[in-house]
Every structure is written in structure tokens, then in C-alpha cells.
């Protein structure tokens, strides 16, 4: 069983930079992959961010969107069980309500933060 909780979403301008911070509790049994969402205003949640757990077996780099490549970072703080997602060059087509999730690979189960809000405007 985990739990997410987001936090870091606001209004921020054209340009500019921001930091989403996932605080997690609990633990699973095996592998899982760690990713931010995101969706906007009358659109369909779509990933923005993906990694993998640390130690896991397969070694691969973290999966962004091609929306958000060069743009965004998503790092983990494992002993704070803490995910990151750092935000530079904000546009506002970044506009929307952000999510942590922590999928289960053994499982199958998605875990889902409660979500925030990001709006980019000036």
C-alpha cells in the first residue's frame, strides 16, 4: 500500500520555473516505476514523466512526453521517499493538474496522488 501526496503547483509566468514535490508512504513487495501525469483543462491525463525504482534490475533512463523534453526532470530523493518534478520553461499549453503516480509492475496497481494545480500565465 502507498500513499501520494503532491505539493509545488501554482500560478507561475510564461518562462518561468517550478517544482512538484510527491511525499510518499508505505512500501511494496517488488519493482515499480515512478512517473508523473498531468491534465489539462478539458483534456485527458497524459504522461509527462516516468523512472524507475532505484535498484531495479533493467537499467534505463527516465521517459519523458516530447511536449516536455529539455524542459522538465523528474528525480527521486529515495531516502526521503520523495519524487521530484523540477518545471523550467513553463509554456501555457503546461497548464493543468498535476499527478504523482507509483505503478505496482508485480501488482498492476496504480497509486494516485490527489493532484496539483499548475497554471502558467501571465
Known amino acids: 500500500q502507498v500513499q501520494l501526496v503532491e505539493s509545488g503547483g501554482g500560478l507561475v509566468q510564461p518562462g518561468g520555473s517550478l517544482r512538484l514535490s510527491c511525499a510518499a508512504s508505505?512500501?511494496?513487495?517488488?519493482?515499480?516505476?515512478l512517473g508523473w501525469y498531468r491534465q489539462p483543462p478539458g483534456k485527458t491525463r497524459e504522461l509527462v514523466a516516468s523512472?524507475?525504482?532505484?535498484?531495479?534490475?533493467?537499467?534505463?533512463?527516465?521517459q519523458y512526453a516530447d511536449s516536455v523534453k529539455g524542459r522538465f526532470a523528474i528525480s527521486l530523493d529515495a531516502a526521503m521517499n520523495t519524487l521530484y518534478l523540477q518545471m523550467n520553461g513553463l509554456k501555457p499549453d503546461d497548464t493543468a493538474v498535476y499527478y504523482c503516480?507509483?505503478?505496482?509492475?508485480?501488482?498492476?496497481?496504480?497509486?494516485w496522488g490527489q493532484g496539483t494545480q499548475v497554471t502558467v500565465s501571465s
Open positions: 523512472m524507475r525504482s532505484p535498484g531495479a534490475a533493467s537499467l534505463g533512463a527516465a
Open positions: 508505505g512500501s511494496l513487495s517488488g519493482p515499480y516505476t
Open positions: 503516480n507509483v505503478y505496482d509492475l508485480w501488482g498492476g496497481v496504480d497509486y
